[in-house]
């Protein structure tokens, strides 16, 4: 087993991609811890599609983040940001060092992404709802300008509450994108309670494939599983993708798992230990 440390690795040609995902997911205890910042069970939750996504699929070059050829990566549910910029950070979109100052007075990190704040952050969100739309736009903009890249979007469950969403959903199929794909952090919570309590979610595959989507559902801790997932999204079909990743909310801590008191709550110092144990990178 290779020697597991604290710094995100960017440079190996075969990457742990398991490891990775553990190096995050401490980051993002510690950035709470740090800023004093909630939301942290929210972002666990979708570590394993962002490493997946950034490690195996997506076509983008860290040293030109603004290719217009570049796929383009939206994390719509922006209350998990530190999921995004601790990903972009262990890619080499920015130097680590400014995880440090995440949601601290003039840090280019804010709280939930602001637009531009940083290389690799294509959309300001935290308004739930608006990043699948946005997405779509930018897919049609691709078939417009007979350009190849595409578009991949993660949303919560909880944002599926949304109506901009479902205009998105019907959208994108009539105009064939097939160049797009939302992936959805499907973690059974929202802010007050369990997602199938609050709104009739389920099924959501079926719910997809009525819109005209082709879908299917992972197991969204399986990296292989969300890797083979995600390169789906193929070109010809007409039809665009969605993938329902079933994920456990705080996932990787055990005493955060499952728990929607950490949708809320901030880890403590000893707490910040407790879980660097338990990612085996004491």
């Not at 992972?218 to 329902?244: C, E, F, N, W, Y």
């Amino acid at each position: 087993m290779p020697t597991v440390t604290n710094s995100i690795s960017t440079s190996v040609a075969a990457p742990d991609l398991q490891a990775i995902s553990r190096r995050v997911r401490f980051k993002l205890v510690e950035m709470s811890h740090r800023a004093g910042t909630p939301h942290l069970g929210s972002a666990l939750s979708c570590v394993d599609i962002l490493v997946a996504a950034y490690w195996t699929i997506l076509r983008i070059d860290p040293q030109r983040p603004d290719d217009p050829l570049r796929d383009r990566f939206i994390l719509s549910k922006g209350h998990a940001a530190t999921a995004l910029y601790a990903t972009l950070a262990g890619k080499g979109f920015f130097p680590e060092d400014w995880l440090d100052a995440f949601a601290k007075h003039h840090s280019p990190l804010a709280e939930q992404p602001s637009p531009t704040c940083a290389p690799g952050v294509e959309l300001a969100t935290g308004s739930l709802g608006h990043g699948l739309p946005v997405g779509t736009g930018m897919a049609l903009a691709a078939k417009i300008q007979q350009r190849d890249y595409r578009v991949f979007v993660v949303m919560s469950d909880g944002e599926c509450n949304e109506g901009s969403v479902w205009e998105a959903a019907l959208f994108a199929p009539v105009h064939r994108l097939d160049n797009l794909a939302v992936v959805i952090d499907y973690n059974k919570w929202q802010a007050t309670g369990r997602s199938n309590e609050i709104m009739a979610l389920a099924s959501l595959v079926k719910k997809w494939e009525a819109f005209g989507w082709n879908a299917l559902e992972v197991d969204g801790h399986d990296l292989g599983a969300l890797t083979q997932a995600m390169s789906g999204l193929k070109r010809g079909d007409g039809k665009p993708l969605a993938i329902i990743a079933h994920t456990v909310k705080g996932k990787g801590i055990s005493f955060m798992e499952d728990d929607n008191n950490w949708h809320y709550r901030v880890p403590k110092a000893e707490e910040v230990e407790a879980a660097k144990k338990e990612l085996g990178l004491a």
